[in-house]
């Protein structure tokens, strides 16, 4: 019991029984390889179900990385502007066709290899974006939700080709989830 309340919670939650549902990210371009994601559906199960829902019916599958920023995270999944081969110009300004989520916020804190769902100023717009943490960055914490982690595949993640200026967009050819596949 001690250990949990020593901080040791958030080890327990993720170091816990395995997880029923996660992700597999091919990601394709300057990073070039796997990343699996276990979600956590006892933390947001609403968010979760809509990722697994989106890669089920292949929405994420060949979306790109269009905002990413060093030291910090990679964002991905605009299912509506974000799709390679398309204009760009747009990327990380739409989600899917379903409607926004409200927010599920927790205590989890967003560290290297936690993932987040992208929103707008409303904490209750998150639709489909999301994004996967380089480093800790607990200015999040609370503000965003917390919907997973990457087990396997940061070296992957760090790899992914970075953005320019404060906002981390993208120039020239961004990395791409070549496919996403829910996994058990």
Do not use: C
Request: proline share 4%; aromatic share 6%.
């Amino acid at each position: 019991m001690r250990d949990l309340v020593a901080g040791g919670f958030l080890a327990a939650l993720f170091a816990g029984p395995a997880m029923a549902t996660g992700l597999q990210i091919e990601i394709a371009g300057e990073a070039n390889g796997t990343v699996t994601v276990d979600l956590l559906e006892e933390v947001a199960p609403n968010h979760v179900a809509r990722i697994t829902a989106l890669a089920a019916d292949g929405k994420y599958d060949g979306v790109v990385f269009h905002r990413v920023i060093d030291g910090f995270m990679a964002q991905t999944g605009d299912v509506e502007h974000g799709r390679q081969g398309g204009d760009l110009r747009r990327a990380g300004t739409g989600g899917s066709d379903m409607p926004d989520l409200g927010a599920e916020f927790s205590d989890l804190p967003f560290e290297t290899g936690v993932v987040g769902m992208a929103r707008a100023q409303n904490p209750d717009s998150a639709n489909s974006q999301f994004f996967i943490m380089f480093d800790a960055a607990p200015f999040l914490n609370g503000q965003y939700t917390v919907v997973g982690r990457v087990t396997d595949g940061q070296d992957v993640v760090d790899a992914i080709k970075r953005g320019t200026g404060g906002n981390g967009a993208v120039v020239g050819a961004p990395d791409v989830m070549r496919e996403v596949t829910v996994i058990d």
